[in-house]
Each structure stands twice: as structure tokens, then as C-alpha cells.
């Protein structure tokens, strides 16, 4: 069930490696001065002319910006239908025209409105609060690798299993961690500096939010603890006993886990309780975190065999399953050509998400964003980091 939400990280990282000015709908927020005066009566009048004419200009806009939407969600469904029912897909069955963009006057400031302070920002969990989680509710302290490289290891000895390719693995690592992030690297904190934070909980080289992390445990837990159980029964007794404990604990993971249905919203809300939170530190643990990040690329691989779509999926045409979900990214995956010169972006997201999302707006067709992943995919992909990941990779 995962997939329903759009994974932001990976906008925010496009966004950001482009180092290009979002576009899109116009900010409105209240400017608000720093001091409070009273207002003059022309200083009212003023305010109430402008009032009216944003009132106006934004009532129009948000016509416009309705029935747009509400068209994108209809051809959506149309397609949904189409896809269950093993129908081709027609160019008619998508929006070719781009959003409405609203260009009429800023919401006046209301001179006689109280100073407001700005809310603080939201406090983002890192990874010691990951760490700190996992040692309270659990009694778990993840086996964090000796080096990079021992991680990195394990990561491609999971992935070429689970039968992923060296494309694929290298050129995400890439475009997700930048190319040189290591297995704890957390969106917003990819480059050491004063004051950075993190912008999300999004972890390790394929960015599992801590939803992702739950909601794998949910639905694969009992695939992880056979796969350890497997590794267990050829080490040595003392080896064998320590990973027979981490079995037990990724045994009472899932089980809190599956105690809500399966559903973005329901894992979401339990990633953000301190036992979601320790269910996330996962990520960290050499045997696990591997399996995780592995998984997460492999779920939608197994989606497009499910949907029959037979060709080896490009790391970019991945990377759209994750960025819009499996079906949108499928529905994109097949597109012809030709059509992805002239489909909008806009046609595979809500409203709210596209507006959220710089890069969706920025490249307006699928041909350009598609194009704007493989730049930062051919980019990153040379730094040390992506390297040392492919040079692991079997011949």
C-alpha cells in the first residue's frame, strides 16, 4: 500500500540540484510590518479598494483553478478505469493544458490587523532521536556498519538479489543522497554547515521517510525476519544468538506495525509515535537497513511486472513511480514519445502536492522532467560516493 503519498524528498533534491527559482502560483502571504500604527482613514480606504480588487482577481483564479483540477481528477479516474479494464491509453485521456497560474494583485496588508509572529518552525526528528526511540521502546540498538564501504556492501548484495540492476541502484543512490551521502544521511542535512536542519525524515541512500519505514514493516516484516532467520542458521552460536535477538525485536516492530490498517495515513500516523520513530532506525542496522532501502526500489519494480510491463525500467523511470506513485509513474512509464512532449506535469499530481512541488511546475511537460531527473542523475552519479557504489556491482 505504499506509494500513495508523494515522496517529497526527491522534489526537494531535484528542486535543489537544479539551483533554479520555482515557479508556479504566486505567494500571498501577509507581509506583516514589524511595528504596529494606527491607521489613517485613507490608509483604510486604501486597503478596502485593494481588498476588493484581490477579492475579485482571487475569486476568478480560483474558478478557473477549480475546474482545472477538477478536469485532471476525472481524467485520472478515466485512466484508473482504463488501466483495470486493460484499455490503451489515448492522448485525449490526459489534460494538455497547464495549470491556471494566479497573476492578479497580492492580498493586501490590513493596516489595523495586530502584528503576528511568525510560528516557529516544526521540529524535525534526526537521527538521535531515531537512535534514543529505538533504545526506549524496543530495547534496540541498531549494528551500525564499521565503514561506508561495509554498508555499501550489504546494500548491492541485497539489491543485485532482489534483482535490481547496477543502473538502477546507482543512478537513485545519485539523484536521492546526492551522490555522495552516506547510509545515515537525512534530507536537509546532506552538507555539514551551521544551522541546518533537517527538512523531513527522509533517510539513508534511497531517503525512506519514517512512513515508508513502517509501512514496509507492515507489509514485509515477515519476508525481513526469514531473510534474517536464513542468515542466522550458517553463523557461528554467538553471532547466531545476537541476530536471533534482532529477529525478535523486527518481530515485535511489525506486529506494532500492523496494529492499524493498511493505509498511508494510518502508518503515518504511527511513524510519528516514538515506536514509529524507533521502526525507522532500521535504516541504520547493517542486516536491515539494506533490506529496507532494497525494497523500497523493488516494490515498484514488482508493480510494473504485475501491471505486464515486461522492459527493464530506466533508474529515471523508477525514480517517476517513486516521485508520483506506482500507478501515475507506471501511467508515465508507458506514455509514447510523443506524448510526453505535449502532457503537463500537473496531470500526475493533486493540487496541493504540485504546488508543494517547484520542480513539477518548473518543467511543465513529463519530456522536461524526465529530462531534469537524468541531468542530476548523469551529474551525480560521477561524484566518489555513486562510483564506489557501482564498482561494487558484479561484472
Request: hydrophobic share 40%.
Given at each position: 500500500?505504499?506509494?500513495?503519498?508523494?515522496?517529497?524528498?526527491?522534489?526537494?533534491?531535484?528542486?535543489?540540484?537544479?539551483?533554479?527559482?520555482?515557479?508556479?502560483?504566486?505567494?500571498?502571504?501577509?507581509?506583516?510590518?514589524?511595528?504596529?500604527?494606527?491607521?489613517?482613514?485613507?490608509?483604510?480606504?486604501?486597503?478596502?479598494?485593494?481588498?476588493?480588487?484581490?477579492?475579485?482577481?482571487?475569486?476568478?483564479?480560483?474558478?478557473?483553478?477549480?475546474?482545472?483540477?477538477?478536469?485532471?481528477?476525472?481524467?485520472?479516474?478515466?485512466?484508473?478505469?482504463?488501466?483495470?479494464?486493460?484499455?490503451?491509453?489515448?492522448l485525449s485521456d490526459y489534460v494538455l493544458t497547464q495549470p491556471p497560474v494566479y497573476s492578479g494583485p497580492?492580498?493586501?496588508?490590513?493596516?489595523?490587523?495586530?502584528?503576528?509572529?511568525?510560528?516557529?518552525?516544526?521540529?524535525?526528528?534526526?537521527?538521535?532521536?531515531?537512535?534514543?526511540?529505538?533504545?526506549?521502546?524496543?530495547?534496540?540498538?541498531?549494528?551500525?556498519?564499521?565503514?561506508?564501504?561495509?554498508?555499501?556492501?550489504?546494500?548491492?548484495?541485497?539489491?543485485?538479489?532482489?534483482?535490481?540492476?547496477?543502473?538502477?541502484?546507482?543512478?537513485?543512490?545519485?539523484?536521492?543522497?546526492?551522490?555522495?551521502?552516506?547510509?545515515?544521511?537525512?534530507?536537509?542535512?546532506?552538507?555539514?554547515?551551521?544551522?541546518?536542519?533537517?527538512?523531513?525524515?527522509?533517510?539513508?541512500?534511497?531517503?525512506?521517510?519514517?512512513?515508508?519505514?513502517?509501512?514496509?514493516?507492515?507489509?514485509?516484516?515477515?519476508?525481513?525476519?526469514?531473510?534474517?532467520?536464513?542468515?542466522?542458521?550458517?553463523?557461528?552460536?554467538?553471532?547466531?544468538?545476537?541476530?536471533?535477538?534482532?529477529?525478535?525485536?523486527?518481530?515485535?516492530?511489525?506486529?506494532?506495525?500492523?496494529?492499524?490498517?493498511?493505509?498511508?495515513?494510518?502508518?503515518?500516523?504511527?511513524?510519528?509515535?516514538?515506536?514509529?520513530?524507533?521502526?525507522?532506525?532500521?535504516?541504520?542496522?547493517?542486516?536491515?537497513?539494506?533490506?529496507?532501502?532494497?525494497?523500497?526500489?523493488?516494490?515498484?519494480?514488482?508493480?510494473?511486472?504485475?501491471?505486464?510491463?515486461?522492459?527493464?525500467?530506466?533508474?529515471?523511470?523508477?525514480?517517476?513511480?517513486?516521485?508520483?506513485?506506482?500507478?501515475?509513474?507506471?501511467?508515465?512509464?508507458?506514455?509514447?514519445?510523443?506524448?510526453?512532449?505535449?502532457?503537463?506535469?500537473?496531470?500526475?499530481?493533486?493540487?496541493?502536492?504540485?504546488?508543494?512541488?517547484?520542480?513539477?511546475?518548473?518543467?511543465?511537460?513529463?519530456?522536461?522532467?524526465?529530462?531534469?531527473?537524468?541531468?542530476?542523475?548523469?551529474?551525480?552519479?560521477?561524484?566518489?560516493?555513486?562510483?564506489?557504489?557501482?564498482?561494487?556491482?558484479?561484472?
Amino acid at each position: 500500500m505504499r506509494h500513495r503519498l508523494m515522496h517529497w524528498r526527491c522534489a526537494w533534491v531535484l528542486a535543489a540540484l537544479l539551483l533554479a527559482p520555482a515557479q508556479g502560483m504566486r505567494a500571498e502571504g501577509w507581509a506583516r510590518p514589524t511595528a504596529q500604527a494606527t491607521p489613517t482613514p485613507a490608509a483604510i480606504a486604501e486597503y478596502r479598494r485593494k481588498l476588493e480588487e484581490y477579492t475579485v482577481a482571487r475569486g476568478k483564479y480560483d474558478a478557473e483553478a477549480e475546474a482545472y483540477w477538477s478536469s485532471i481528477a476525472d481524467k485520472r479516474r478515466l485512466r484508473h478505469a482504463k488501466r483495470r479494464n486493460n484499455q490503451e491509453m489515448a492522448l485525449s485521456d490526459y489534460v494538455l493544458t497547464q495549470p491556471p497560474v494566479y497573476s492578479g494583485p497580492p492580498r493586501p496588508i490590513d493596516p489595523s490587523a495586530p502584528v503576528e509572529e511568525a510560528p516557529p518552525r516544526k521540529y524535525v526528528p534526526v537521527v538521535a532521536d531515531f537512535l534514543d526511540a529505538a533504545a526506549k521502546e524496543f530495547n534496540f540498538v541498531p549494528q551500525r556498519p564499521r565503514s561506508e564501504i561495509e554498508y555499501k556492501r550489504a546494500y548491492v548484495k541485497v539489491a543485485s538479489a532482489a534483482g535490481l540492476t547496477r543502473d538502477q541502484v546507482v543512478r537513485i543512490y545519485a539523484f536521492e543522497s546526492g551522490g555522495d551521502g552516506t547510509y545515515d544521511v537525512q534530507a536537509g542535512l546532506e552538507q555539514p554547515k551551521p544551522g541546518a536542519q533537517a527538512i523531513s525524515t527522509a533517510l539513508g541512500y534511497n531517503q525512506l521517510l519514517a512512513t515508508n519505514s513502517v509501512e514496509l514493516m507492515a507489509e514485509k516484516g515477515n519476508q525481513f525476519t526469514k531473510s534474517l532467520s536464513a542468515k542466522a542458521a550458517g553463523l557461528p552460536e554467538e553471532p547466531k544468538a545476537a541476530l536471533q535477538r534482532k529477529i525478535a525485536v523486527l518481530k515485535s516492530m511489525a506486529s506494532f506495525c500492523r496494529s492499524v490498517p493498511d493505509t498511508w495515513s494510518e502508518h503515518d500516523r504511527l511513524a510519528n509515535t516514538p515506536k514509529g520513530l524507533a521502526v525507522h532506525a532500521l535504516n541504520l542496522d547493517l542486516d536491515v537497513g539494506p533490506l529496507l532501502q532494497t525494497q523500497k526500489l523493488l516494490d515498484s519494480v514488482v508493480f510494473a511486472r504485475a501491471q505486464r510491463y515486461g522492459a527493464i525500467l530506466s533508474a529515471a523511470e523508477l525514480e517517476m513511480m517513486n516521485l508520483t506513485g506506482d500507478g501515475n509513474g507506471l501511467d508515465i512509464v508507458r506514455m509514447p514519445s510523443a506524448w510526453r512532449e505535449q502532457v503537463p506535469t500537473s496531470n500526475f499530481f493533486q493540487p496541493g502536492g504540485y504546488e508543494r512541488n517547484p520542480i513539477a511546475g518548473r518543467t511543465k511537460i513529463i519530456a522536461k522532467l524526465i529530462a531534469a531527473t537524468n541531468t542530476v542523475m548523469d551529474r551525480e552519479s560521477k561524484l566518489p560516493g555513486a562510483k564506489e557504489l557501482a564498482a561494487l556491482f558484479p561484472n
